[in-house]
């Protein structure tokens, strides 16, 4: 199942945007205030009959409504929501659309909030049942994360006995294991201890449990272990591989708390662990935007009007990826600026001597941009020779 299209009319921030999807990876990027999230909004509201009050009608309009383009199994379904409200004292309102109930199970999404608490395992439960019901109010709220331990647990204890997982299930365990290493191969998962029932990895050649990993590195376990037992919860007969999984995965700020090494590994880890997926996530990462191919980013602005648009590509062949950090961050982000306030306070101060012909204060401004420039920066070969046309030591 794939998301084809979605037309948005008065919905947040948005007042009119088309979005085609790539049926692989979608990666939306753009300023603060494009409404991202409401893209994803719209698309999870989509699938589920509930109502919520995070979705308003833009108070530019009388009313707001979206348009979404389903694609499964070879057929297209159509669905429109509409919304009229746009106080947050109005009632919430509950889906219109006409997409078919079944289709929320093979739509999966993780918010910006993904807390992994610790949380101990006194007894290894049985697997949830996941009804229609609860799928759907999934979508509006997101996976839950408590239970990732417990499924971890319960599948490393059945795996150890011959015939008791499915084959499915077994080849998803091993990819669960996988996942602890797969962002960096200094670590790998170790065993559980059977008194505490604690998972333990090996990091750097020293034990690790679980949840002291830093923030940024449970972010992505939340995302690929949540992933693969919210699909083991959800197929059942038959049982389904997670790399067979061909649905749909939404994810709110990818990159959260990711170290920028990550970043755009994160990437590639999301097409290798779900080949036949759509993965439609946001982004405020320049290196997940400079891995992407051209086809993955889709790229919102702002015009003069304050209206959201999808803008052109630098080009269909490389996208993004002869772009600097700092031009991706000023030219698709919308940062103003990627220097402190005090380097371009000095450096206008420098500028401003050598107009001004003063050598002093021209060593003055130097002195302090030759110690805030990085060691191999070569403005500081460029700053000397200025100087140097006031009579400037080449220092």
């Known amino acids: 199942m794939k998301v084809v299209e979605i037309k948005i009319r008065g919905i ?6 088309n979005i085609q999807f790539n049926p692989g990876l979608n990666l939306i990027s753009g300023p603060n205030g494009v409404g991202k999230t409401t893209i994803l909004d719209c698309i999870s509201h989509s699938f589920s009959p509930y109502g919520s009050k995070t979705l308003r009608r833009n108070s530019r309009h009388d009313e707001g409504l979206w348009d979404i383009t389903v694609e499964n199994d070879g ?3 159509n669905s429109r929501e509409r919304r009229r409200f746009f106080h947050p004292h109005e009632n919430q309102e509950n889906g219109q659309g006409t997409l078919p109930r079944k289709f929320a199970k093979k739509v999966v999404i993780f918010k910006s909030h993904r807390p992994l608490n610790y949380v101990p395992v006194n007894a290894i439960s049985r697997d949830p049942d996941s009804n229609e019901n609860s799928i759907a109010q999934q979508l509006l709220q997101q996976t839950n994360n408590d239970d990732i331990k417990s499924w971890f647990l319960s599948r490393y204890l059945w795996s ?3 015939g008791l997982l499915t084959q499915e299930q077994r080849e998803n365990f091993e990819l669960a294991k996988e996942c602890f290493g797969i962002i960096d191969e200094n670590v790998s998962f170790k065993n559980v201890n059977p008194s505490t ?4 990895l090996n990091s750097f050649n020293k034990d690790i449990y679980f949840e002291y990993l830093s923030s940024g590195y449970k972010s992505v376990l ?3 272990l949540g992933l693969i037992k919210q699909i083991e919860y959800r197929f059942k007969e038959p049982t389904m591989k997670v790399k067979d999984f061909d649905g749909i995965l939404l994810i709110d700020e990818a990159d959260m708390h990711l170290h920028p090494q990550w970043q755009g590994k994160l990437v590639k880890v999301l ?3 779900l080949p036949n997926a759509q993965i439609i996530a946001t982004t405020h990462s320049p290196h997940m935007i400079q891995a992407a191919e051209p086809n993955e980013i889709i790229p919102l602005s702002l015009n003069e009007l304050q209206q959201v648009f999808v803008r052109e590509l630098p080009n269909s062949k490389y996208g993004f990826q002869g772009w600097t950090i700092e031009e991706i961050l000023t ?3 919308g940062l103003s600026e990627t220097n402190s306030e005090l380097y371009l306070s000095t450096l206008n101060d420098f500028e401003r001597a050598l107009s001004q012909e003063n050598l002093e204060e021209a060593n003055k401004a130097f002195e302090v941009l030759n110690l805030m420039l990085h060691p191999k920066n070569p403005l500081r070969t460029l700053l000397k020779l200025q100087l140097a046309t006031l009579g400037g030591e080449m220092i």
Do not use: Q, S
């Open 75 to 77: 057929h297209i379904h």
């Open 331 to 333: 030219d698709v982000m």
């Open 197 to 200: 029932h604690e998972i333990l």
């Open 12 to 17: 947040g921030g948005i007042d009119d945007l």
């Open 160 to 162: 150890a006995h011959e």
């Open 222 to 224: 939340i995302l690929l």
């Open 271 to 273: 097409k290798y662990v």
